[in-house]
């Protein structure tokens, strides 16, 4: 059977990648189906959903439209998502790779940092540099990258370890390659699927963080954010509980759909690899 | 008299497992003229891929001497190491762990041209050819991925490597162990082949007499990390003179002691 099939076989893995089509498809047409300022007054102040099917999800106590808001959120959602896993997964594989093949005192230098990093609370972390360098999207993006890379290091570092001592690592030593080569280009991407399959926990948690970064006010404050979307809807959460309840249900699936597409495409290659 | 190609003396390397250390290799001593073959024999455990991965720089030796081409082997680190790499080559015994497993046989060629700048990037396609033609093989092989040729072909490439770089000594550490008898036979012909033709000096270790007696000038018995005998390799293999040596012979399968 082709992993895609078995993928399309697991009901939990569709409905993970469901989910994330929705998403993906919100993220990339916002800008069509709401080309105007998400944040600018689009109706009475306030208004209930399923009232009015121009605002079919109603507005919130500026009378900004949700429904554009929470297309547009999904975007900042994943963008802050994808990039800061992706930022976090490169730093954690150099910095495993380099530790587990220099060995010795770059070893210890990177794993002692490894472990600073890991000993405070990611999103202490996040929160503090933030805080320091101000609210901005790239600032977000590192912020949280900061947290998360220490769990891709560590798992780089134990697979380098054990790749090392293959034959051919010592052949290509043998045949004269630099060890900077031997580390990235030989070692580094045989090293990545267990890497890669922290990939999902990471995107996941990263959204979270980005949405309770925003919640408190530390998001960028030029982009709508379903985190943003709660802390204002918290103001009238007893007379308009809908404005917590949609971008907190919106994050809830996100997180889920990552999570579950995840794990499909972790299970479908572990058995492709145990296979050859 | 011309120096040897490569001569080591004293060469001694310990590993301490579980508080105490062993001796892998104990204060050995031989040497190789260019274009010979040595062959190293002698139970598991001995040592004898220890003093290959020595000879290689691949492992630091507690005490010795190795002189390659003149030259204090042992001296040598970074880019001069890397350069030097060139003329000693090696062909290790598992033709699949051998190679990145995510390699195509042209990549694995290409490596040793383009780190030693033996051709252009244009002209590397055409050497690779040039090189499975001399090992023997299609060149219609290049793009294929290293796990999708056979175990025989895998070898042939690991020699191709090997002789990419117009080495003087190639170390064989069981290289011929893992394939059928068929194969192991026209690889052992390859090799002779290319010893006549370029005259590269071959360490050959091995723990089947029969294949050492086939190919190997001298031969030079392990026992524990030391040197048990050593001598002409037909000479010691016809007429053993250490026990250990006696006993490897009685160990060879119908030993072939007519030669090739
Ligand atoms: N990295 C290492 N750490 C600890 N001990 C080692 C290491 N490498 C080799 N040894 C030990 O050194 C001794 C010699 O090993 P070596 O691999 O050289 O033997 P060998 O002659 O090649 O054996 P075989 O014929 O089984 O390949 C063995 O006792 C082995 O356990
Ligand atoms: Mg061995």
Redesign the pocket.
Same mark, same amino acid.
């Given at each position: 059977m082709s992993p895609l099939r078995r993928f399309l076989r697991m009901p939990e893995a569709l409905a993970g990648t469901a989910i994330l089509a929705v998403l993906f498809a919100m993220a990339l047409a916002a800008p069509l189906i709401f080309p105007g300022d998400p944040q600018a007054i689009a109706g009475p102040a306030l208004l209930p959903p399923f009232q009015d099917w121009s605002l079919p999800l109603g507005t919130d106590r500026l009378g900004r439209d949700v429904l554009a808001e929470l297309f547009h959120g999904a975007r900042t959602s994943l963008a802050v998502g994808l990039a800061a896993a992706a930022a976090a997964l490169a730093v954690g594989a150099i910095v495993g790779t380099l530790a587990g093949f220099a060995g010795g005192l770059v070893d210890d230098v990177l794993m002692r940092i490894t472990d600073a990093f890991q000993t405070v609370p990611s999103f202490l972390l996040a929160l503090a540099f933030v805080s320091a360098v101000g609210p901005s999207l790239g600032v977000v993006v590192v912020a949280i990258a900061l947290g998360a890379w220490t769990g891709p290091a560590r798992v780089a570092r134990a697979e380098v370890l054990s790749i090392r001592e293959r034959d051919f690592v010592a052949g290509a030593r043998v045949i004269g390659m630099h060890p900077l080569e031997i580390a990235f280009r030989e070692i580094l991407p045989n090293a990545l699927p267990p890497v890669l399959a922290l990939s999902s926990v990471i995107v996941a948690a990263a959204i979270l963080t980005e949405a309770a970064l925003s919640f408190l006010g530390l998001g960028d404050p030029n982009r709508v954010t379903w985190g943003g979307m709660i802390a204002e809807g918290r103001a009238v959460l007893r007379t308009a509980p809908f404005l917590s309840i949609i971008p907190g249900v919106a994050l809830v699936l996100t997180v889920l759909g990552v999570y579950l597409a995840g794990e499909g495409v972790i299970e479908t290659t572990a058995v492709r690899r145990s296979l050859s | 008299m011309s120096s040897p190609l490569l001569s080591v003396s004293g060469l001694t390397k310990r590993?301490r497992?579980g508080g105490k250390t062993?001796a892998?290799v104990d204060n050995v001593s031989f040497h190789i003229e260019p274009g010979e073959t040595l062959a190293l024999a !002698?139970p &598991? !455990? &001995?040592?004898? &891929?220890?003093i290959a991965r020595l000879v290689l720089r691949l492992v630091q030796p507690d005490a010795g001497d190795i002189q390659f081409k003149g030259e204090d082997f042992l001296a040598l680190g970074g880019a001069t190491l890397r350069a030097r790499r060139a003329r000693l080559q090696m062909v290790f015994q598992d033709p699949l762990a051998a190679f990145n497993p995510r390699a195509t046989v042209a990549r694995v060629l290409d490596d040793p041209l383009r780190i030693h700048g033996i051709a252009s990037r244009s002209e590397r396609p055409r050497r690779i050819a040039a090189l499975l033609e001399r090992v023997g093989l299609s060149p219609d092989l290049a793009p294929r991925a290293i796990h999708e040729i056979s175990g025989g072909q895998r070898q042939r490439v690991a020699i191709a490597r090997a002789i990419a770089t117009k080495p003087s000594l190639i170390v064989l550490d069981e290289a011929v162990s893992a394939l059928d008898v068929s194969v192991r036979g026209q690889i052992l012909r390859l090799l002779l082949d290319l010893q006549r033709e370029e005259r590269i000096a071959y360490l050959f270790i091995s723990?089947d007499l029969g294949v050492v007696r086939a190919i190997a000038h001298r031969l030079v018995i392990l026992d524990a990390g030391t040197i048990a005998e050593s001598g002409d390799a037909r000479t010691v293999i016809d007429a053993p003179q250490s026990a250990i040596g006696k006993a490897l012979v009685v160990a060879a399968p119908k030993l072939d002691r007519t030669g090739p």
């Open positions: - | 590993y497992r062993i892998a !002698g &598991s !455990g &001995s040592g004898k &891929s220890t723990h």
